[in-house]
């Protein structure tokens, strides 16, 4: 049984990252569709686990690491952006984030208020912050 399940999965996808982002999505979707739109909900989990599915069996490995690639893309974009994000809010005691008027670049200064004279270290550029709270 298990020679034969090796046998049949020969050539196809199999399971990667995106399949356990599916999964995630499903759950997720079960999770919501106990309060928020039953039937959208139930048709949505149904076409992300046959998806699953069908990506899992695939023989067109090429696409479905393409489609891995992207995925992987945006989750990387989505967990960098939530970081930044983090790190400012265990920042907000201490330090304040300004722009470089020159290079738009973000600096990260102490908290300090009041007007100070900021050097952007990747342009050189002066210029003034003003630290309010
Ligand atoms: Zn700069």
């Excluded at 046998?7 to 928020?36: E, T």
């Excluded at 983090?86 to 005691?93: A, E, G, R, S, W």
């Amino acid at each position: 049984m298990k020679e034969r399940f090796r046998r049949f999965m020969q050539g196809r996808y199999g399971l990667d990252q995106l399949y356990v982002g599916m999964l995630v999505l499903y759950f997720i979707l079960l999770f919501f569709s106990r309060w928020f739109m039953p039937e959208l909900m139930t048709g949505l989990m149904t076409v992300v686990i046959l998806l699953a599915v069908f990506r899992m069996f695939s023989k067109n490995i090429v696409v479905r690491q393409k489609e891995n690639a992207v995925y992987l893309r945006v989750i990387n974009r989505i967990k960098h952006t939530v970081k930044k994000l983090v790190q400012k809010i265990k920042d907000l005691p201490t330090k304040r984030y300004r722009t470089c008027p020159n290079c738009g670049v973000t600096l990260r200064l102490p908290r300090k208020r009041g007007r100070h004279k900021a050097t952007c270290p990747k342009c050189q550029a002066s210029f003034e912050v003003k630290i309010r709270f």
